[in-house]
């Protein structure tokens, strides 16, 4: 049975600036992923606190809010079979170091804070930030 899903999809700062936001779409689209929607904006540190809200106990919250408000960003919603996790896969571990070989974060990430992509979790997720960002 089929399984189409939508998920949310962030090219970070780190990304943007490096002008890799094309490769990085290049995977989605190898992977039968389709761009259903996109823009690029540039958040506030306040918007990217509520974004990063569950986090908010974190030690790195801070860090990682000042970062994602830094620069530019891309936003898209990526739509296709099990898109969450098919994302999820090819995005790589959230550290650069322990990413598999051929995902975006082991290619294109800096660190553990610059790695390049946010990508929804779960399907819950995926709703609450699709909208975050496009509604
Ligand atoms: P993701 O879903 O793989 O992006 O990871 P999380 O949702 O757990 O964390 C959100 C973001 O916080 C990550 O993408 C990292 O850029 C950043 N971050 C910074 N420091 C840390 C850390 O020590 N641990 C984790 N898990 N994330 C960190």
Do not use: W
């Not at 039968?32 to 990063?52: D, G, M, P, S, V």
């Not at 990508?119 to 699709?130: H, L, P, R, V, W």
């Amino acid at each position: 049975m089929s399984n189409i899903e939508q998920t949310l999809s962030i090219i970070k700062p780190d990304a943007v600036e490096r002008n890799l936001a094309e490769k990085i779409k290049e995977k989605f689209l190898e992977n039968e992923l389709i761009i259903k929607n996109q823009k690029k904006i540039q958040i506030t540190r306040e918007e990217a606190a509520e974004f990063y809200k569950v986090h908010q106990t974190k030690p790195f919250y801070d860090r990682l809010c000042n970062y994602l408000s830094s620069g530019p960003i891309v936003v898209m919603i990526l739509e296709g079979e099990n898109a969450i996790t098919v994302n999820r896969k090819i995005m790589g571990a959230t550290d650069p170091k322990q990413a598999d070989d051929g995902t975006i974060r082991k290619e294109f990430g800096i660190s553990i804070d610059k790695n390049s992509v946010h990508g929804s979790d779960s399907q819950d997720n995926a709703k609450k930030e699709i909208n975050f960002f496009f509604s």
